[in-house]
């Protein structure tokens, strides 16, 4: 990748607009709440948080089509702060984020990029600020695949990759920092209908492996649960080195709106990540409306327990969820722009 000079508008605060003003308005989230049936153009907003649990500080990351780069520090589904990451733009916007993770084992999190050509780099943060950044090695997945969700599938303590193919085959790299170590498919592949996606990765059953949630276009909603993990060999060993095929094994059962989790949402509201909003140790679902309107559904398991709106309940227009994860620190702005793969090699 080229290094860009480019230099974008200078920011004030937060350029252009991250935010709203907090008005009351109707979304259609529809949801099965505490036995109360929603109407397909309705939504049941209740308190964000119970009594029992406690406001988990997260960070939101959002990319607008400039490729500049805001968070929202929120605590629960309350905002508590804004700001940009340092740099606040990639310079080329075709990079685009797909997922967090602490690759380079500071206890940081950092920023993953796909380009638009396929290519996966990441930025290595100190809290906001980003200190150094790689191409991935191999930088490239092949043609058609794209990054889907980040997750720790081996237990080694780093995120591995999960990648959809254009033809809903679904594969993990599983990863030794930003070097693959093993690329195996799952099995089963992919799905009866590859207009299922992978949106993203959460530990859904309690079992200590992440499971992999998957949204249609319809807005339907299904869970594949994970069953085994770690790379698995014919020989039952794993050996790194051999790059032999390797699978990830599911439990028969694939959750397609049983046990209580609506079927659907309506198709304007996508999801846009998996993360313990309320402290109560179960992964909730953020959700964001086309219109840029934020919710979450607080779960246990694949049942729905509440759905609240954020507050404020809008973005700026133009800001996309790219990511929720852990608190990146609030160290300030910044108006300078770099390319995901321009600096250093780690």
């Known amino acids: 990748m080229k290094t860009t000079n ?10 252009p607009s991250l935010v709203l003003a907090a ?10 709440v505490q036995g109360a049936e929603a109407t397909n153009r309705t939504v049941i907003v209740l308190p964000p948080v119970q009594s029992e649990t406690r406001l988990v500080p997260s960070t939101i990351l959002f990319q607008n089509a400039d490729g500049f780069l805001g968070t929202w520090f929120v605590q629960g589904t309350w905002l508590n702060s804004i700001g940009m990451l340092i740099p606040s733009q ?14 380079d084992g500071d206890k940081d999190m950092d920023v993953l990029f796909q380009h638009t050509d396929g290519t ?5 943060m100190a809290g906001s600020e980003m200190t150094g ?3 991935l090695a191999p930088s490239h997945p092949g043609k058609g695949w794209r990054v889907a969700s980040v997750a720790d599938f081996d237990r080694n ?8 193919h254009t033809d809903g085959r679904v594969s993990v790299w599983f990863m030794n920092g930003i070097r693959l170590a093993l690329p195996a498919l799952v099995n089963p592949a992919e799905s009866a209908n590859p207009e299922w996606r992978v949106v993203a990765s959460a530990d859904f059953n309690q079992d200590a492996e992440p499971d992999l949630l998957l949204h249609h276009p319809t807005g339907k909603l299904g869970i594949w649960y994970i069953n085994k993990v770690w790379p698995a060999l014919a020989s039952g060993t794993v050996n790194y080195d051999t790059r032999e095929t390797a699978g990830i094994w599911f439990v028969n059962d694939i959750v397609w709106g049983r046990e209580q989790i609506p079927t659907a949402v309506d198709p304007g509201w ?14 909730d679902l953020l959700f964001q409306h086309t219109e840029g309107f934020m919710a979450v559904w607080t779960m246990k398991g694949s049942i ?5 709106f954020f507050n404020p309940i809008r973005s700026g227009e133009g800001w996309q969820v790219v990511a929720v994860t852990d608190r990146f620190s609030e160290i300030g702005l910044s108006s300078s722009a770099a390319s995901p793969s321009s600096t250093q090699t780690r």
């Not at 996966?120 to 290595?124: G, K, L, N, R």
């Open 23 to 32: 008005t009351l308005i109707t979304a259609s989230l529809s949801a099965r």
């Open 120 to 124: 996966v780099a990441v930025w290595f």
């Open 270 to 283: 996508r999801v846009m990540g998996a993360r313990d909003m309320n402290g109560d140790g179960h992964a």
């Open 304 to 308: 729905l327990q509440s759905s609240a």
């Open 157 to 164: 303590g780093r995120p591995d990759l999960v990648f959809q």
């Open 90 to 103: 990639t310079g080329d916007p075709n990079w685009r984020v797909v997922g967090t993770g602490d690759f």
């Open 6 to 15: 480019q230099t974008p508008r200078r920011i004030t605060r937060v350029t």
């Open 133 to 135: 950044a790689s191409l």
